[in-house]
């Protein structure tokens, strides 16, 4: 029977801090994920007294929820970032990309946490000709910015990666690899309470507001008094706690599916290569073989409002089946949901609104990019005066319509349900292409 909750949190420690949250601190971060034990992390070995409040259990929220997928990158283009940013912002966005998948490579290294890191590589697969192509100047692009360690793939040598005739090529990120992130969640906790930080669960945080020279954090049960506030919510920011950030922050839906056990020898024929895979086409499935090797995990968009983990079910199991049609009669052994948080300029931001600093909008790329970015954040509220990130200069917009409650998520679906159209009679065109005598 498929159970509703996460994969990766099947025989894991929960954290629970049992103490009543103290009065007083130096600095509050709000949202116990990667971003804010980060950054925790950061403001304790520089010798500050911090508290960290979630207002779920400890690793409830997206940081143990995603797929695991530990890779460089954020959804703007190079050519677009250039467009609206100019050339020296577009590089440096390539280059801090490059930076947090070293950075969290480097962290779960240097400090040893068990989290089943595996040097994978990311293939990134083609679902048309054309996307093969744009992908290949994309590279051709990034590569005289900074180079890195990324080739490409062409359609006659899928088959050493992928045993499936889907894909017209692909993009193999050669340094990019993959996680257990509830594991490194956890080990990321353990460090932050060993330099001494306080992290409450079941702690929600009602208001922020000024008091002072500082802020005032109401909590279900009490006041905290403290000098600096950090928002780490990303997509589980709530109007109550931050209006400024809601109305700035889209929560999207995650949804994703691992597999009854198929062996080893099942896994490695589907996936030879034993890659993270991403596609490009605008279902954008994404999967990999689960740490043991025995199973393989989809995630993919089965909505882009929030629906069920029953209802997604039937929809991620037709793209597994898709990819892999002899996987039609596997069962699944969990399906589960989540949050993302999504900016209107898809690019994460650190910033300060009246005060208060964040670090959020990460639009699926939160893995290596979140401890990254909560690192960069403590820096800023270290030393507000100096630039840390040129993530401090990514826009943080708001629109009309959105106010926190995404209303028109459902139209929004429907609108890609088009655009999957689009993309399928795209490539049935490619493919008659090929045919032709």
Excluded at 37 to 53: F, I, K, N, P
Excluded at 127 to 147: C, F, G, H, R, V
Aim: charged share 15%; with cysteine.
């Amino acid at each position: 029977m498929t159970q509703f909750t996460p994969y990766w949190w099947q025989n894991q420690p929960q954290y629970r801090n049992t103490e009543v949250p103290p009065t007083k601190a130096d600095c509050v971060v709000v949202g116990a994920g990667f971003t804010g034990l980060s950054a925790a992390l950061t403001l304790a070995q520089a010798g500050r007294d911090v508290v960290v409040l979630d207002s779920q259990a400890i690793g409830f929220g997206a940081s143990t929820r995603n797929g695991g997928m530990l890779g460089s990158g954020h959804k703007v283009s190079v050519a677009d970032a250039k467009k609206h940013y100019g050339s020296d912002i577009a590089a440096q966005l390539h280059c801090e990309a490059n930076d947090s998948l070293d950075f969290t490579k480097s962290l779960i290294i240097d400090h040893k946490i068990n989290c089943d890191l595996q040097a994978s590589g990311r293939l990134r697969t083609a679902w048309t000709p054309q996307d093969y192509t744009a992908m290949a100047q994309a590279n051709s692009s990034l590569q005289k910015i900074e180079p890195f360690a990324a080739r490409m793939i062409k359609p006659n040598a899928m088959t050493e990666h992928i045993n499936t005739p889907l894909y017209f090529g692909g993009l193999l990120y050669e340094g990019h690899a993959c996680v257990q992130p509830r594991k490194l969640h956890y080990g990321l906790l353990q460090l932050a309470l060993d330099a001494g930080v306080k992290v409450f669960g079941d702690q929600p945080a009602h208001s922020v507001k000024p008091r002072g020279s500082g802020f005032c954090i109401t909590t279900k049960n009490q006041s905290i008094d403290c000098e600096q506030v950090l928002m780490a919510t990303n997509g589980y920011t709530q109007s109550r706690v931050s209006k400024f950030l809601a109305r700035r922050v889209l929560p999207v839906p995650s949804f994703i599916i691992v597999t009854e056990e198929l062996g080893k020898d099942q896994v490695q024929a589907l996936l030879p290569g034993g890659h993270c895979m991403v596609e490009t086409r605008q279902r954008f499935c994404y999967y990999r073989p689960t740490p043991c090797g025995k199973r393989i995990m989809l995630g993919a968009r089965a909505a882009l409002h929030a629906i069920t983990p029953e209802q997604s079910l039937p929809i991620l199991q037709s793209k597994l089946i898709e990819i892999f049609p002899s996987l039609k009669n596997t069962k699944m052994s969990h399906c589960w949901t989540g949050f993302t948080g999504f900016s209107f300029s898809k690019l994460p931001n650190i910033g300060c609104n009246n005060g208060i600093y964040h670090a959020l909008g990460y639009c699926g790329n939160g893995v290596a990019m979140a401890p990254y970015l909560g690192h960069k954040a403590a820096l800023k509220m270290l030393h507000p005066q100096q630039q840390h990130s040129v993530f401090e200069q990514t826009p943080l917009q708001s629109r009309s319509y959105h106010h926190g409650s995404p209303w028109y998520m459902p139209a929004a679906s429907a609108w890609y349900q088009t655009k999957d159209w689009w993309d399928n009679r795209q490539r049935q065109q490619a493919l008659n292409q090929t045919k032709r005598p």
